[in-house]
């Protein structure tokens, strides 16, 4: 099976019909946007024993290069319209493979209402597999919820725990299956679950947020660094999943250790206090745990964590401090 035989027969269907892309048979896609509308752009490459594990199943490479994306989109306060998928393909994939992949592609294509509008497929000799997607979303103009947005004193919204992905990342190293509740802390690792679907909750109610992908702390200093600004974390705060208390109590991971941890998708918020009960209000429709933890501080670039007592934890990056 060729390359053009293996987009027509897999990768076609993921198009979802749409006009602009002419069934993947043209060089490119002609996209068009609803007026007053901005596009958002966004890309992530999972790279195999890298961003996942060497084998790793289709539908689990597919879901999760697809998520991460969505998860970006989401924090924006975009809408998530297509995207382009480019893989690199280290062997002649197996036609079992491609069609695991594209299977799932297409559920969550339509889960979260979003096609395909094109791609490249390419061999990368010597390598291993590599999946980029560049995802697009619409915001109406000037509305795109931006990291550099926050002000001194916005309340620091989260919109669930954190912890469970790093959890199941070093259960899936160990091989540990050994608690049932373990199972949720893996599937939070390989499967995000993005928070798609509360575009216009950012857009009128927050004025920063990102996505938790490299760790609380790391993301929050984030929108710190982009606002010229501190952060205060209340660590007590932080409600972690009965599979991260288990496991804390088990010793096989411990509460910094999760609380630092990345891959949870879920979204940081910056808010201001006039808006902060109302947003709360609302998050509360989407069956979601949000959690107050902290604030936004004047001090530039410091990380204050205050413990419980019970969990004292050590920043250890530079500069940073904690009491
Ligand atoms: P070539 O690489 O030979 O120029 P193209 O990259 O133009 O071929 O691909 C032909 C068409 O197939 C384009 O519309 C492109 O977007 C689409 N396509 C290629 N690879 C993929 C893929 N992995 N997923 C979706 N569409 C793809
Ligand atoms: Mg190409």
Redo the contacts with the bound molecule.
């Keep these: 099976m060729n ?2 035989s293996v ?1 027509e027969k897999y ?1 076609k269907a ?2 979802m019909g749409h006009a602009g ?2 069934g ?6 002609v996209l068009s946007i609803t007026e007053g509308h901005e596009l958002v752009v966004t890309s992530d490459t999972l790279n195999e024993g890298v961003h996942f594990l060497d084998g790793e199943l289709p539908e689990n490479v597919a879901r999760k290069a697809l998520r991460v994306n969505l998860s970006d989109l989401a924090s924006m306060g975009a809408t998530p319209l297509c995207y ?4 690199a393909f280290p062997n002649k994939p197996e036609e079992e493979w491609l069609a695991d992949f594209s299977a799932a592609l297409l559920l969550d294509n339509k889960r979260y209402d979003i096609f ?7 061999s990368i000799k010597g390598g291993k597999l590599s999946v980029s997607i560049t995802a697009m979303g619409v915001v109406p103009k000037g509305r795109a919820v931006r990291r550099t947005g926050a002000k001194v004193g916005d309340t620091i919204v989260i919109t669930g725990g954190v912890g469970d992905a790093a959890l199941g990342l070093k259960l899936l190293m160990a091989g540990d299956m050994s608690e049932p509740s373990y199972q949720a802390a893996i599937d939070r690792y390989l499967l995000p679950d993005p928070r798609v679907g509360m575009e216009a909750l950012l857009q009128e109610y927050v004025n920063a947020s990102a996505d938790i992908s490299d760790g609380l702390f790391a993301d929050c200093m984030h929108i710190a660094k982009a606002s010229s600004l501190g952060v205060e974390i209340d660590f007590g705060a932080l409600k972690f999943s009965k599979a991260v208390i288990e496991a804390v109590e088990n010793g096989a991971i411990s509460m910094e250790e999760a609380a630092r941890g990345g891959d949870d998708y879920e979204l940081i918020l910056a808010v201001s206090s006039d808006k902060l009960e109302v947003l709360l209000g609302e998050l509360g429709k989407y069956h979601l745990n949000p959690m107050v933890i902290g604030s936004f501080t004047e001090s530039t670039l410091k990380l204050y964590i205050n413990g419980t007592g019970s969990y004292r934890i050590d920043v250890i990056s530079q500069g940073w401090q904690h009491f």
Excluded: K, M, P, V
């Design positions: 390359e053009f987009i990768f993921l198009t892309t002419a993947l048979l043209d060089d490119a896609a382009q998928l480019n893989i395909c509008s094109g791609g490249d497929t390419t």
